[in-house]
């Protein structure tokens, strides 16, 4: 059983025993804490076509995401519901690729089914061994997907970090032109950044990463990452965390903020020597939309912006709007500061 709380960020999972109805706390974090996410509980179908927990010799079992400060690696916890207590029986150790464990086929004999991916590697699924000795012989695969995007495997991409003025560690995944960092004397790129505003209640998760420089680059139709091919460096999927610690809530400070995390970005790579920061396009879509029109309404960093699909006047919703609870008459100076129509 799971009871989430939005103001706090606060989620609960209970164990409940349906006979006597007592419900006892067996997790207790703050959702956005993903560096400290357990995973979720796997089912099985039952004999009704309908999903239930796995449960295998009174023992429970968790896939997670596994991230960490140092890349994303997945894991395996099995739960005993006798001792209550939690044991790791598989984790991800691979640095070159990235896992994603994606179902559990046979708990008793290890055989899960697994998506292995890389920067240039298109995504392809194995059954794996958990419990195999040998490492040669875990892995068997499934499907041979080719990579349609050949062209791109030679642009350089890797996932930095930098920090803004009050202190929060941001990142983002920079993509640079074939051959750039081998050149001797290396020109001032012009710079697009994409981004996607996200509020926090506090500064240690919204200084957290999930980006991971061995997913596979996957462009979509409207991707900026098709610039790093044309001679420009792009900052894709950059950190734009709001914050409000407290009673203060993140939108009364959006604006800021916005400018904060943008002005982060731009001193990075301007610090690194690729970018000429007179050349700077941002862009998002639908809240990063509403993003771009106010960093382009709010500072004079961007030499243009691509604002897609975007609402730009917080008043034509007027009783909440993304992650903010508070009605317009509750709190109106914020719906109008933070409307780049006004």
Not at 181 to 203: G, H, M, S, V
């Amino acid at each position: 059983v799971y009871d989430q709380w939005y103001d706090t960020r606060n989620i609960k999972t209970y164990l409940l025993n349906p006979t006597t109805r007592s419900m006892k706390v067996i997790n207790n974090r703050n959702y956005q804490d993903v560096y400290a996410d357990p995973g979720d509980y796997q089912t099985e179908k039952n004999e009704f076509g309908q999903n239930t927990l796995l449960i295998k010799n009174n023992k429970l079992y968790l896939i997670g995401d596994g991230y960490t400060e140092n890349g994303k690696f997945p894991f395996i916890d099995e739960y005993n519901l006798k001792t209550e207590k939690t044991t790791r029986i598989y984790q991800s150790t691979l640095t070159n690729q990235l896992e994603d464990i994606r179902d559990i086929i046979d708990i008793e004999s290890g055989k899960v089914l697994v998506n292995l991916q890389s920067k240039t590697d298109y995504p392809n699924y194995y059954f794996r061994n958990i419990f195999a000795v040998n490492a040669d012989q875990s892995l068997s695969q499934v499907t041979d997907n080719k990579n349609p995007f050949e062209s791109l495997n030679e642009v350089h991409k890797e996932v930095i970090k930098y920090t803004r003025k009050d202190g929060v560690e941001l990142s983002g995944t920079l993509y640079l032109p074939k051959g750039y960092l081998e050149k001797e004397q290396k020109e001032k790129l012009p710079l697009l950044i994409w981004a996607y505003p996200t509020e926090y209640k506090d500064k240690n998760s919204a200084g957290q990463s999930t980006a991971n420089p061995n997913e596979f680059t996957f462009p979509y139709y409207g991707s900026f990452v098709y610039w790093a091919a044309k001679g420009y460096a792009v900052l894709d999927d950059a950190s734009f965390p709001i914050i409000g610690e407290g009673e203060t809530e993140p939108n009364d400070t959006f604006i800021e903020q916005l400018v904060w995390n943008a002005e982060a970005a731009i001193d990075a790579l301007d610090k690194k020597g690729y970018i000429d920061r007179n050349k700077v396009g941002v862009g998002g879509h639908s809240y990063g939309a509403f993003m771009t029109a106010n960093l382009l309404t709010h500072s004079d960093l961007f030499a243009c912006g691509i604002a897609r699909s975007g609402a730009y006047n917080r008043t034509l919703t007027p009783f909440g709007f993304q992650r903010e609870q508070r009605n317009y008459w509750e709190a109106s100076e914020v719906y109008n500061t933070m409307s780049p129509f006004m």
